[in-house]
Structure formats: structure tokens, C-alpha cells
């Protein structure tokens, strides 16, 4: 018999959050978070998310051992101001168990239907800076800290539940040696003389900070048009820059100014920090925060995390600058290879952006909707 327990205290906190490592702990692909990180995301104190949001956190239980989880997601700003009438859901593992799976979605779809809303759709998080949908395909890759792993079986137990594809995501990769300057370098310079742009690099995470509002406005802006997307709040901020920036190597930020010193663009790269992860096991001590800033400095791969233009400079060229800085640096710190964050497929613009460097798909994912109107919730 499945039983279902709503999370109400720090200890089941810690349960759910440490749930993934018994479920993947045999698995070379799958990248553990650090638990004290991850139980802040769940702390309404800390959590800013938790201000326009209702968030329900479940455990199921079968024979008094933890089989599955799930995180059930109300949010406002997306349902009262957006009118996007979505129940999410996110922090979704079970083990291959069909009742296990059906008793947690029920739940979320309770809550759903207790709001009055139409649907409901996950794998997501509480905003588009969080992790977002299932894997699908490259599941014999190693995992990255910004994407969810499972097991190939949780896309049968969405499809056998009658959950339907919403939206689909892809990763690609490619060698640094691909993101060769003669796609850019002569196009960095004449649009920095056209536009009036020049480039601004960072050395310490300090000079980085006054700067951290404005790339937030300015992806705000940018994004803003995606159907999908969720603005961050002023609120949101300060919490966004504690938990990324600082795990970011200032050197991997690149902005882009105009003649006023207006941000125009913007892109943030992270080292990879899969294998130091992996080492750490959750833990930032003894031995974890020593893996995690060596991987800091000297990863040799890079994640492409985020690029962002203001709509009055897209299709001008602007990203050729933030190559062109790029290279400079990845050629110092002898990258070799660099990883795109899951993009829309629909994206066709951004993926025009990336073109001549010959990314190769390796991994999709994608996230499920079911409607809340049927007489069944699963």
C-alpha cells in the first residue's frame, strides 16, 4: 500500500531532499546537489519564490520506506497576473512503481483542481532559473548541476498516465576548437564600431555584484516573449545573485555596454562542477568545497548557462562580441569543451546562434501536461 505524507517539518525537509541519493546511488551519471543548498530552496524564510508562491512538498511511503517525491507548485504571478491557469509540479523521482507515481500527481492534481486550474505540467521549478524538465534521451551522459537526471522509466510513467509532451528541450555540446574567431572576430569589431558597444570583463565576484540588478532586468527583458517564461521579482534578486554568482568564475561573465554605459547583453558561463559533485556526495565538508572550487578554476569544460540581449539589439550581431571576449579567456584557461543549458527546440533564433559551431545533440528532456478536467486526476 502507497502512503502519502505532506512535508512539514526540517527533518522531512532533509528526507526529501536526500530521497534522489538512495534512488541514484548506483548511478555514474546522475549529480547529487549539496544538501544544505538544496533544504534552503525548500526554507520559506530563505526562498523568496515562497512570496508569490504555494508550494506543497510530498513523500510516498510504501512498507515505511521512502519510494518517491514530489513538489507541488502554485504560482501566483504566472496564474493571477500572467493568466497561464498551470498547476506545476517539480523535484519529481520515484522508483519504477506505476502506483507510486500515480499517488504522488494525484496529489498535485488535488491542489490544481483546488485552485480551479486547468492544468497541470512538470518537470519544473518555481521560475526559468530553476531545473526544468524530464530526460528523455543521452542517459548514459553525466548530468550537470543545473538539469534534473532520472532513470529512462519515469517518461513510461507519464505517458501511461496519460500525460501528453508540452514542451521539449535540447543540450548540445561541441569542442572549444569548433568556436574558431573567423566566425566572429570580424563581425565583433564592426558592430562594436556601428552600435557604439565596447565589452566589460571581470576578474573579482565583488565588481561583478553592482552590475547583478541591471543582468537581471536585462533578462527579464529578453526572455519576456517565451511562453513559458516567469520574471524574476525584485525580491528574487538578492537571492539569485547569493546562490549563482558566487559559484560562477567572475572571468566567465561577459557584458556588453553601450556608449552610456548601458547593459545591452549579457552572458554567464559555469565551469562544469558535475565530477566535483559527484566527489563531494552532498556535502561541502571536509573534503567538498576544496572539489568544488578547484573545479572553480580549473574545469576544463564550460557550461553555457545564460545569454541575454535587449530586443532593440537582437539580430544585430551582438553575441560576435560576447564570442569574441569568450575565446580570449577559454584560450587561457585551455577550455575544451563547452555545454549548452536546455534551450526550447522551437528556439530556432537561438539555435542560429550557435550554427557554426557544429553542436551536436546529446541530450533532450522535456515536460508533461495533463489536463485537470478529466473526471480521473490520473
Not at 12 to 28: G, R, T
Not at 41 to 69: C, M, Q, W
Not at 256 to 282: C, R, T, Y
Request: proline share 5%; net charge positive.
Amino acid at each position: 500500500m502507497i502512503f502519502i505524507q505532506e512535508v512539514t517539518n526540517k527533518a522531512d525537509i532533509k528526507k526529501f531532499v536526500k530521497f534522489p541519493f538512495s534512488l541514484y546511488k548506483d548511478s555514474p551519471y546522475w549529480v547529487p546537489p549539496i544538501i544544505a543548498d538544496e533544504m534552503e530552496t525548500f526554507d520559506k524564510d530563505k526562498n523568496p519564490a515562497f512570496k508569490d508562491a504555494e508550494v506543497s512538498l510530498f513523500l510516498a511511503y510504501k512498507d515505511h520506506i521512502i519510494v518517491g517525491r514530489v513538489a507541488a507548485i502554485a504560482n501566483w504571478i504566472e496564474i493571477k497576473q500572467q493568466k497561464v491557469s498551470k498547476m506545476r509540479f517539480g523535484w519529481f523521482d520515484f522508483i519504477d512503481d506505476f502506483e507510486v507515481t500515480k499517488a504522488l500527481l494525484n496529489k498535485v492534481a488535488e491542489i490544481g483542481k483546488k485552485h480551479q486550474l486547468t492544468y497541470m505540467e512538470g518537470p519544473v521549478g518555481f521560475s526559468n532559473l530553476d531545473k526544468v524538465g524530464v530526460l528523455t534521451y543521452g542517459f548514459d551522459h553525466i548530468g550537470t548541476m543545473i538539469t534534473w537526471y532520472n532513470h529512462a522509466y519515469y517518461v513510461n510513467h507519464y505517458e501511461k498516465l496519460g500525460f501528453k509532451k508540452e514542451k521539449g528541450y535540447i543540450e548540445s555540446k561541441f569542442p572549444f576548437v569548433n568556436a574558431h574567431p573567423k566566425f566572429y572576430a570580424k563581425a565583433n569589431e564592426l558592430i562594436k564600431k556601428r552600435y557604439k558597444l565596447k565589452p566589460l570583463n571581470f576578474t573579482k565576484t565583488k565588481d561583478v555584484m553592482p552590475w547583478a540588478d541591471k543582468m537581471f532586468d536585462l533578462f527579464n527583458a529578453s526572455y519576456a516573449s517565451l511562453s513559458s517564461f516567469v520574471p524574476i521579482t525584485d525580491i528574487q534578486k538578492a537571492y539569485f545573485k547569493k546562490k549563482y554568482i558566487s559559484f560562477i568564475n567572475p572571468e566567465y561573465i561577459k557584458f556588453v555596454l553601450d556608449e552610456h554605459d548601458n547593459l545591452v547583453a549579457f552572458s554567464i558561463v559555469m565551469p562544469s562542477f558535475s565530477k566535483a559533485l559527484q566527489k563531494a556526495n552532498g556535502k561541502l565538508f571536509p573534503t567538498g568545497m576544496f572539489h568544488l572550487l578547484n573545479a572553480k578554476k580549473n574545469s576544463k569544460e564550460v557550461i553555457f548557462y545564460l545569454i541575454g540581449v535587449l530586443p532593440e539589439y537582437q539580430n544585430k550581431g551582438v553575441t560576435a562580441i560576447i564570442f569574441n571576449e569568450c575565446y580570449e579567456t577559454f584560450t587561457k584557461k585551455g577550455i575544451l569543451d563547452c555545454v549548452r543549458t536546455p534551450e526550447l527546440e522551437d528556439n530556432t533564433a537561438i539555435q542560429q546562434l550557435w550554427k557554426n559551431f557544429d553542436p551536436k545533440i546529446y541530450k533532450r528532456r522535456s515536460t508533461f501536461r495533463k489536463e485537470l478536467s478529466s473526471p480521473e486526476n490520473c
